[in-house]
């Protein structure tokens, strides 16, 4: 696909790429990289610094902070991909299954979608465990319900715009078949936008993910996390005051990435991409007549970036 | 009584009378005017009800029984039937669910299966402690998002204009509760200029309560206040290259006064949209501010709720929630229309057809 | 006519030698403009879009897009220098002694005040009027432009007026400071035909009643040629012929007068645009070392694209020294060109 081609070739998008593939290769064999094991209590050598045996030192119960890390990285990923896989299956198919709706259906989806939008992301997956015990599984299947809303919102949008496209109306007098259609043309245009939303809803999960980590949901203490280092942590700051910024640089780090590329998928894709602000003075004078255009789209793309920022930190 | 006045009030903009030129662009100003009155609530009322039926749904669905958590494991058949029956758990869900809904609406959200306390109580108790926080940060978001979005935009590819944008980049990539770490960190244990966590209610001691509020409320702001830097930058660029700016210059108006004047106000839209959208970042991020800094606030009283699989609290406390999100959604449209004379006239031009 | 009254000391703008420049390899938009407005008379400004007409105009009213600058040159608003003021010093003579009007008046306008308040605004600020002088000032100011029911006008927002009563509460603003000068840039342009007459109408009482100097800009000869004593022929950044407008617009000196004389074939708009020039202007920087036009002129020769063609007085001079028309045209003695028309209100001699 060419847009995939054109993201690749970008340098932040490679960058982000390749950091996104360390995360993911710390993800399925963090375990297995770290030097000691995550859970040992060494209790001789609590709160040391860096160096020496312990590469990043040891937490208050001496266990090893490096090999906590890469195994604590696992976890916290699987955990925010399984999130965002539920959000994917409950919102892409009903987002563009939306589109041939009766008018009364679709004003009550989209009234769902806006009721699951009013909903705190924590509070709600702090709630869904209270009722449902304590996992990380009914806390991702929470989460993915109240991101299903930005699939079903950008897939709708984007099979509207599809549905009165005159391409596919000329693909269907050409004979083309449903299925075909929906496959080539509506896919290959939807693909791009989706691609957006999963990153973006990714990072969401994962700052998601390491915030209840961090308040004790969904893990037993001993598994290491991001968040439960995060909060180990926070008791001994006078100590090593330091020590919680490993686990937040490691979050910084792939949520970064991952806002990154989703930057550069959307430049990547021209059908998406808001015109520059900034319209070339032409030698008359006259782009400041033009200029009065580019307002209105600075105020429709705010909203949707705020509804995506919304989701990237409640 | 509302519902009376929703047709008119969504009648459009009376369209202006001459000019293809002025048809054509006020035509685009009504399409992105603020929604009406009526909308906005019909909307409001609807989403309420949607996410009353989920949070009652989210305790239907769950397996906790006050009565086998409340007795144990030695309960009897009988006795938990008897609980059930005092928790009204063995009517028929729909029942249930009208009855629990008209409960909520008068203020009574049931009592905790635990400790007996109306849930009702507690939330009144730790709700405060959030609203206060929370409206301590939106201070601080306002305060420090528009005058970093003005210096920015006022410095338009300048140096200030590259620092702000590099700083809100950051941080909007930084969690509220990295930023709290950090925040603790460096003021309460290296500087030791305020406390690490606690509460004094505002009631109690103004001073004191600032002081602790100060730290939390300073690491939920920061990003809703990069946020609005971010819009209110973009917006204000657009608009101080749009005409009415330079015909506010050539009537030899004062930069200053071009800027707040004129400017501010049509390019504040989007920004408070913005702070609107950060209401519920706010209160999402608030869950964990208030374990870092030891908080007696709504979170905190779910997170212990959901620890007991107490349904009522959780319930409770969930539906508090999004009666906030709602309402903070509702300023922010009355705000927007405040700022829009045109939606203004149009809705108060509809209301007045009846 | 203002050539009756008598002349000065100095005039109301001068602008002596003005070049911009654009963007970062500072091309030259704008090279060697003079010309001088005096009190009571009316310069119109002509030329396709990116001739430099507009960049001139705005550097006048200090109104340069960032990028854009005044490289070399003075302006001078009556004794004041303009060029090389600061912020603070625009303030003091924008809305009062210099006042402008736009193309698409509406979008000059704050859509969420009213226009009665925006034509205030400076009057309370600048000349501290009292609010309900203020308004009295106003409704008075907006019935001097001929827009009925002035108080009801007054607390209208911008979104509630047709273009033509804009176009009016504008020229009620630009006029409320009592300026020496009023810049109309295209400001008839969006209007429809019976409109325009009315504004340009406007404007040309305005100038009579209040001694304004009247700087004109426009694409459209036909404007220019009803309102304007004078007129400045732009191409390619350079002004390529000036002189009184009837003479001009009857016996152009210069073929691309000739050529906008015949696009806008004044006194039978019907026909309009029909005839157009071949060819396009040179983009800024790139015209050769001769007569810019000469690449679509019909009447060029080796000798023009040679070397620097200067504007020079159309000779012979009708009078000995007149120095009232100049041409940039090496071969404007020899050649015979067409002029159109006159229209009615240009017929009085100058």
Known sequence: MSAVRTVARQPVAKAALAALALVALLAVFGGRLAPLDPLAQDTAHILQGPGGAHLLGTDYLGRDVLSRLLAGTGLSVVAAVEAVGAAMLLGVLPGIASVRFAPALTWVSLRAVDALMTLPFTLFAIAAVGVLGNGLHQAMLALGVLLAPLFFRVTRAAALGLDRAQYVEAAELMGAGRLHILRIHVWRKVLPTVAVTTAHALATSLLTVASLTFLGIGVQPPAPTWGGMLASDLGFLAQQPWAPALPAALIMFTVGALNLLADAVRDADPADHPADQAPDQAPDGTASGQGAGTPDRSTDAPKEKADARRHAHA | MSTAALPAATAPPAPPPTGRVTAGRFARRAARAPRSAGRVLAGTVSVFLLSSLLTFALGAVSDANPAAAVLGETATPADIARLDHEFGLDRPLPVQFGSWLAHALGGDLGRSWFTTVPVSDSIAAALPVDLSIAGLALLFAVLFGSAAGIGAALSNGGRLDRAVTAVCTVLGTLPAFVLAIGLITVVAVQLRLLPSGGYVPFGQNPSQWLRFATLPALALSLDAAAGIARQLRTSLVGALRENYATGAVMRGLSRRRVLFGHVLRNAAGPAVTVLGMSVPMLIGGAVVTERIFNLPGIAQLSLRAAEQHDVPVIQGTLLVTVAVVLVANLAVDAGLLALNPAARKASSAGAGQR | ?350
């Open chain 3, 1 to 350: 006519m203002p050539a009756a009254t008598p002349t000065p000391e100095r005039p109301a703008l001068t602008v002596d030698g003005l070049h911009v420049t654009v963007g970062r390899g500072r091309t030259e938009a704008v090279r060697d403009v003079s010309f001088t407005v005096r009190a009571g008379e009316a310069v119109g400004l002509v030329g396709e879009s990116g001739s430099g007409k507009t960049l001139t105009c705005r550097s006048v009213l200090g109104l340069l897009a960032p990028g854009v600058a005044v490289s070399a040159g003075r302006i001078s608003l009556g004794d004041t220098a303009l060029t090389g003021l600061d912020e603070r010093a625009w303030q003091q003579v924008r809305g009062s002694r210099l006042g402008a009007v736009f193309q698409d008046p509406g979008s000059y306008l704050n859509p969420s005040l009213t226009v009665g308040r925006q034509l205030a605004e400076p009057l309370r600020t600048r000349h501290r009027l009292s609010r309900t002088e203020a308004r009295r000032r106003a409704v008075e100011l907006f019935a001097s432009v001929g827009l009925r029911d002035p108080e009801t006008v007054h607390d209208r927002y911008p979104h509630e007026l047709s273009g033509g009563m804009l176009q009016r509460v504008l020229i009620a603003i630009a006029v409320s400071g009592e300026p020496e000068l009023l810049v109309a840039d295209e400001a008839t342009t969006a209007l429809d035909t019976v409109v325009q007459a009315e504004v340009l109408d406007l404007l040309d009482r305005l100038r009579a009643e209040r001694g304004l100097a009247l700087l004109l800009v426009t694409h459209d000869l036909a404007v220019v040629a009803e309102v304007s004593d004078r007129l400045l022929v732009f191409y390619a950044g350079e002004i390529v012929e000036d002189g009184p407008t009837a003479e001009v617009v009857a016996a152009p000196a210069h073929p691309y007068t000739e050529a906008l004389l015949r696009v806008a074939s004044l006194g039978d708009r019907g026909r309009r645009e029909l005839a157009v020039i071949p060819g396009r202007p040179p983009e800024p920087g790139t015209a050769g070392p001769g007569c810019r036009f000469a690449p679509r002129c019909a009447y060029a020769t080796d000798v023009c694209s040679a070397g620097p063609v200067a504007l020079a007085p159309v000779a012979p001079a009708p009078v000995p020294g007149d120095h009232r028309r100049a041409v940039r045209c090496l071969r404007a003695a020899e050649l015979a060109l067409q002029g159109a028309a006159t229209p009615d209100r240009t017929e009085v001699p100058a």
